[in-house]
Nanobody, 124 residues
Framework: QLQASGGGLVQPGGSLRLSCAAS????????MAWFRQAPGKERDFVAA????????HYADSVKGRFTISRDNAKNTIYLQMNSLKPEDTAVYYC???????????????????WGQGTLVTVSS
């Protein structure tokens, strides 16, 4: 199970940190990712951290502003979001998969497990 939290209302230029807590004893074996879905749009890849923890991947739209990290001791991943823009408004979902291959990291249909989503609204 994945439980996402940390969403809320923030002004443009502000920051938020999302968390996603996972249950289970093999958390470190899973590639973890964040996706987002804006109203009326498809779900898009945001960021991922490979199961080894050493490789991180970002969508071009968030590079330099968002940072994904994981704490295997706490079975949790984080998404630090800085310099937020109105176009970052979306429901953010965390996802996990144990068998994902490198080339499939940005594909939402490659992830077997999903959290419930947390809403981020960027507005003045």
């Amino acid at each position: 199970q994945l439980q996402a939290s940390g969403g809320g209302l923030v002004q443009p230029g502000g920051s938020l940190r999302l968390s996603c807590a996972a249950s289970g004893r093999t958390f470190s074996s899973y590639t973890m990712a964040w996706f987002r879905q804006a109203p009326g749009k498809e779900r898009d890849f945001v960021a991922a951290v490979f199961r080894s923890g050493g490789s991180r991947h970002y969508a071009d739209s968030v590079k330099g502003r968002f940072t994904i990290s994981r704490d295997n001791a706490k079975n949790t991943i984080y998404l630090q979001m800085n310099s937020l823009k109105p176009e970052d408004t979306a429901v953010y979902y965390c996802a996990a998969d144990r068998s994902i291959i490198y080339s499939s990291i940005p594909s939402d249909n490659a992830y077997a497990y999903w959290g419930q989503g947390t809403l981020v609204t960027v507005s003045s």
